[in-house]
């Protein structure tokens, strides 16, 4: 059930561009994308909903594919800030709605080096 | 503005040992969810609550058990505690189930 995330890691010079994406083998309802520092709490980026209503944030954007079952992030013009782990989280389609749970991949390292 | 609330930070028990994790959230959330994370595996759900008075099983239940005892509180119960459940603990709520979802700043948990 836990979806699966590619690459595993990616290493990018400032100004690369990047994407990283995510695949279920469920039917889903929702995609969340959220970017971890090391030694911190995950920090919410982005949600995409069944239907395409997305809410997001500025430089940083994502697709989702329903019939496919996948969502990809797209970073532009990486920034020395933009290091950290990404994980993509699912909600499962359940009856129209959602599950009610929230599924994370395994993340994807993401390095950006000067 | 607290947001997501976890204590303890960091604990060391003995294997066998019980103890319990709270987590209380101050944005009147529906939804509140219990992860464990390990390196290379992600985080992993162990319980989540959709609303006050449920509490459903994640992907990694085992050896663990949850109360929501009102709408800001879920609490994570280790009854037998064992070296495996060594891990970060992440509560989390979110106000609905599709909208995002908040964070605690986690519990080091070591057991030896």
């Known amino acids: 059930q836990q979806p699966v995330q590619s690459p595993q890691a990616v290493i990018l010079r400032e100004g690369e561009d990047a994407v990283i994406n995510c695949s279920s083998s469920?039917?889903?309802?929702?995609v969340h994308w959220y970017r971890q520092k090391h030694g911190e709490a995950p920090v919410f980026l982005m949600i995409?909903?069944?239907?395409?209503e997305q809410k997001g944030h500025e430089k940083i954007s994502a697709s989702f594919n329903e019939k496919k079952q996948q969502s990809s992030l797209y970073l532009t013009a990486s920034q020395l800030s933009y290091s950290g782990t990404y994980f993509c989280?699912?909600?499962?389609?359940?009856?129209?709605?959602?599950?009610?749970?929230?599924?994370f991949g395994k993340g994807t390292k993401l390095s950006v080096k000067p | 503005n607290a947001g997501v609330t976890q204590t303890p930070k960091f604990q060391v028990l003995k294997t066998g040992q019980s103890m319990t994790l709270q987590c209380a959230q101050d944005m009147n959330h529906n939804s509140m969810y219990w992860y464990r994370q390990d390196p290379g595996m992600g985080l992993r759900l162990i319980y989540y609550?959709?609303?006050?008075?449920?509490?459903d099983k994640g992907e990694v239940p085992n050896g663990y058990n949850v109360s929501r005892l009102n709408k800001r509180e879920f609490s994570l119960r280790l009854e037998s505690a064992a070296p495996s459940q060594t891990s970060v603990y992440f509560c989390?709520?979110?106000?609905?189930?599709?909208?995002?979802?908040?964070f605690g700043q986690g519990t080091r948990l070591t057991v030896v």
């Open positions: 469920k039917a889903l309802y929702s």
């Open positions: 995409l909903l069944k239907g395409g």
């Open positions: 989280g699912t909600e499962i389609l359940n009856y129209g709605g959602s599950q009610g749970n929230l599924i």
């Open positions: 609550s959709a609303s006050e008075g449920t509490t």
């Open positions: 989390a709520s979110s106000r609905q189930g599709m909208t995002e979802a908040f």
